[in-house]
Nanobody
Framework: QVQLVESGGGFVQAGDSLRLSCTTS????????VGWFRQHPGKAREFVAS????????LYADSVKGRFTISRDSSKNTVYLQMNNLEPEDTALYVC?????????????????WGLGTQVTVSS
């Protein structure tokens, strides 16, 4: 059974840091691109970052570049999102997803495996 389970969200102040985890199972972790998206109430999912282990490629949204870092631990089938210098605009439900698509893409329609998300709330 395919599963992606996020954790690590919380309530923090502007300037603080959080580390999100996405633990996966039921598919070939190293052969998939795994990404993070975020969703504000009433809005579509927004791309944050993605990584592909075998290709060694990463992609970041301009809004988080320089503040967020995506990484992975293949022995644990887990992808992390280190978020530094958080801003109130970063408040959202953060969701991880996976795809066999090899290209660099921010499009959520290219992903077919999704977790349920973890909430991040940043106060000013």
């Amino acid at each position: 059974q395919v599963q992606l389970v996020e954790s690590g969200g919380g309530f923090v102040q502007a300037g603080d840091s959080l580390r999100l985890s996405c633990t996966t199972s039921g598919f070939s972790f190293n052969g998939h691109r795994v990404g993070w998206f975020r969703q504000h109430p009433g809005k579509a999912r927004e791309f944050v970052a993605s990584t592909h282990y075998e290709l060694g490629t990463t992609l970041y949204a301009d809004s988080v570049k320089g503040r967020f870092t995506i990484s992975r631990d293949s022995s644990k089938n887990t992808v992390y999102l280190q978020m530094n210098n958080l801003e109130p605009e970063d408040t959202a439900l953060y969701v991880c997803a996976a795809t066999r698509y090899l290209g660099l893409t921010p499009d959520p329609s290219d992903y077919n495996k999704w977790g349920l998300g973890t909430q991040v709330t940043v106060s000013s």
